[in-house]
């Protein structure tokens, strides 16, 4: 005999009797449409939540969300140890295959790219090149242009080329070309050494070139033109043009389409003060980076009291990059500080030879190694050549 089965009444008729109380199936069907109706109206009613204008419309939020804490940047790391800075314009003479034989150094700095005479062609300061400050508003003729880029071979290069004339060709021609086709040798050299060089952009005379280009592509076309000739590891842009919002924004763009492009670490060179950089040069370090700049390292120019001053001038200075450190974590999105040192530079500036002896070369280099800086350098006076020695061979 079967078992017995679970089953709820039924009717009459055979089929399964409806509970007290429920509606009969097709009024049930009815009263859900309805409710899902009367639903969607609702929601579409609903007033629409307001988004944060965080980015720029142009700029992808992608470019404005901060590094994670301590993780590293998305081009390569760039210069090591200690980087040489060198003036290719103003010191024609200037041997970088000798230099480095002489010195044992790896990395250079070369410097100043500003604009030529013809729009967005980039140009080595010289001698006769006039301060930024008392640049005129059409470029001046003095900056010893660079030969032009011609076909890089280089496919992941912008686009657009700069553009050239006459009179560039002619000053490109001869023993300047021949000087540009020796150093971008001796870089080559450099690079399969293990080192390399980096052009450093702007600077205390002429004009930037972020100011004289129109258009962002335009810029990365200058700036690209200049790192494939020439072979550079690297950018350094020594911005003097913090008020100058438009520029900031310009290279930015061109930055990254540069970046985009290759992987190009970007430095930006700022002077130190005694409480860090100045805001001016934080707000655009923010903006910098707001427009899509990937900054791999800021770079201090600190000025080191004469020798006979107090006691502590260099603690001093190492208060000062201590306060931009925190600076340059805020800019970079980091929450712990001690994750910026590795992106910060330092480069003493010497008014005199004596300025830096040995003993201070030590302390220095010390103080670099143990916060993990990213680098030293030196500009104004030549030191003694041991203390350049101290600086490049306790770092390497």
């Not at 258009?215 to 043009?241: H, K, W």
């Not at 992106?343 to 040995?358: H, K, S």
């Amino acid at each position: 005999m079967s078992g017995p089965r679970l089953s709820g009444p039924r009717s009459s008729g055979g089929r399964r009797a409806r509970p007290d109380g429920t509606l009969p199936r097709p009024l049930a069907y009815l009263a859900a449409l309805g409710l899902a109706g009367a639903t969607a109206v609702s929601v579409t009613l609903l007033p629409a939540r307001a988004l944060p204008d965080l980015v720029p419309p142009s700029v992808s939020p992608a470019f404005a969300r901060p590094r994670p804490p301590g993780a590293p940047p998305s081009a390569a790391t760039g210069p090591a140890s200690f980087v040489r800075f060198a003036e290719p314009g103003r010191d024609p003479g200037f041997d970088l295959a000798d230099d480095a034989r002489r010195t044992g150094t790896r990395w250079y700095a070369l410097a100043h790219l500003v604009a030529g005479s013809a729009p967005c062609t980039a140009a080595w300061t010289t001698t006769s090149t006039p301060p930024s400050a008392d640049e005129a508003p059409t470029p001046a003729p003095s900056p010893t242009l660079l030969a032009d880029p011609g076909t890089t071979g280089d496919e992941s290069a912008p686009v657009e080329k700069p553009r050239t004339t006459a009179t560039d060709e002619e000053a490109g021609a001869g023993g300047e070309e021949e000087r540009e086709r020796a150093l971008a040798t001796e870089i080559r050299t450099l690079r399969d050494e293990g080192g390399g060089a980096g052009l450093v952009l702007g600077g205390p005379r002429g004009r930037d070139l972020a100011a004289a280009c129109p258009t962002p592509e335009g810029l990365a076309a200058a700036y690209g033109a200049a790192v494939s000739r020439l072979g550079a590891a690297y950018l350094d842009v020594e911005a003097r043009d913090a008020a100058d919002r438009p520029a900031v924004v310009r290279r930015a763009r061109a930055l990254r389409l540069l970046q985009q492009q290759r992987r190009l670490p970007v430095v930006f060179t700022l002077p130190l003060h005694e409480d860090g950089l100045a805001e001016r040069d934080v707000a655009m370090l923010h903006q910098s980076r707001l427009y899509g700049a990937d900054i791999t390292t800021v770079n201090l120019l600190a000025t080191v009291e004469p020798s006979g001053s107090s006691t502590g001038r260099l603690r001093r200075v190492a208060s000062a990059v201590r306060a931009a450190v925190r600076q340059v974590a805020r800019v970079q999105g980091l929450d712990d500080p001690a994750d910026a040192w590795r992106q910060v530079a330092l480069t003493p500036v010497l008014d005199d030879a004596a300025d830096l002896d040995e003993t201070d070369a030590r302390a220095l280099a010390a103080f670099a190694a143990r916060n993990d800086l990213a680098w030293l350098s030196l500009r104004g006076a030549e030191p003694e050549p041991a203390v350049a020695r101290v600086l490049a061979h306790t770092l390497a």
